[in-house]
């Protein structure tokens, strides 16, 4: 194993053998890694089965990849010839916006067939997501991308407040590190919320996210440097979407906690009723059933709706 390339800024890989693993990679999968246990963590915390969110980890993962890929390929403007060289990928073409959308959709045509409430599993994975955006945009300082207008002053020039770029020869705003801070800052919240936070609506952290999301993304897009900016026949699509993910977001926050003032007399929780969103478990398989977790915020409030591990066992033996 050769690790001498690892160190940026050179070209930062590792060779196995033959084969070439680049620093890039390697980040943007400890970033996969991580959401998984968080969303997995959180599926158990709010009184759903961590099967089910392997099922949408499966099925949405790839999708998420693909429409990743076909978003750069559309709105950069290359020709349909080049969508399906996929091994590009290794010299760059990914936009995260399209993961974005693919992954939702394929998220929300499982909850379609599954019968699952969206809102709710969509405030677990928002969370994860924004972990592993924050830690895949180190990804970008080894590779030494996004960023922004050259700074000339001096006394400025300095990590993390700036960058220095091989390229240019010259220092620049270290967007990709603000951006980092924002999501990882977000993420640490909107997990505290989801963790403390069971009471209705649902829906609440995934609103969150497309407002935090397209917020930062609408504010550092047009400054970043033109070369990574999208813009196939001159519209810049990575800022249209963020503005779009920005007032949808804002839309549906303040739909979710008008309509719960409505229905249940506070815009959190309810005074004529149940206050949590979350007391059903959702399963993975018909023949799940639920059974007694430490980390289930359900199982401390609703004891009784719950079975011990031992006695599901049992059960299983008869």
Not at 7 to 25: C, F, N, Q, V
Not at 82 to 111: D, M
Not at 283 to 295: F, G, Q, S, V, Y
Request: overall charge positive; aromatic content about 12%.
């Amino acid at each position: 194993m050769n690790v001498s390339n690892l160190l940026w800024p050179l070209d930062p890989s590792i060779k196995i053998g033959k084969t070439e693993i680049h620093a890039y990679a390697m980040i943007i999968v400890c970033g996969m890694i991580a959401a998984f246990f968080v969303i997995t963590a959180l599926f158990r915390r709010r009184n759903m089965s961590p099967d089910l969110f392997l099922t949408f980890f499966v099925i949405g993962l790839p999708i998420a990849i693909i429409t990743t890929r076909l978003f750069y390929c559309i709105t950069d403007g290359l020709p349909v010839s080049e969508w399906l060289k996929w091994s590009s990928i290794r010299q760059g073409g990914l936009s995260i916006v399209g993961g974005i959308i693919g992954g939702a959709a394929s998220v929300a045509v499982i909850c379609i067939v599954k019968k699952v409430n969206f809102l709710r599993v969509g405030d677990c994975v928002v969370v994860g997501l924004l972990l592993a955006q924050s830690i895949g945009r180190w990804g970008n300082f080894v590779n030494q991308e996004v960023y922004g207008a050259e700074i000339t002053n001096s006394a400025l020039q300095f990590f993390p407040f700036a960058v220095y770029i091989n390229e240019t020869g010259s220092w620049h705003y270290a967007f990709f590190f603000y951006e980092s801070v924002v999501t990882f800052t977000a993420s640490v919240l909107m997990f505290i919320n989801a963790w403390k936070n069971g009471k209705k609506p649902n829906g609440i952290n995934t609103a969150c996210y497309f407002i935090v999301y397209g917020l930062t993304r609408s504010i550092m897009e047009p400054l970043r440097d033109s070369t990574y900016i999208l813009n196939g026949g001159g519209v810049p699509w990575s800022l249209v979407l963020s503005l779009i993910m920005l007032a949808a977001g804002t839309g549906l926050l303040v739909y979710l906690l008008v309509m719960n003032k409505k229905k249940e007399g506070k815009f959190i929780g309810s005074t004529k009723g149940e206050e949590y969103g979350i007391v059903q478990f959702i399963a993975d398989r018909k023949d799940e059933t639920p059974t007694l977790d430490k980390w289930n915020m359900m199982c401390k409030i609703y004891p009784q709706n719950y079975k011990a591990a031992d006695e599901k066992d049992k059960k299983k033996e008869k």
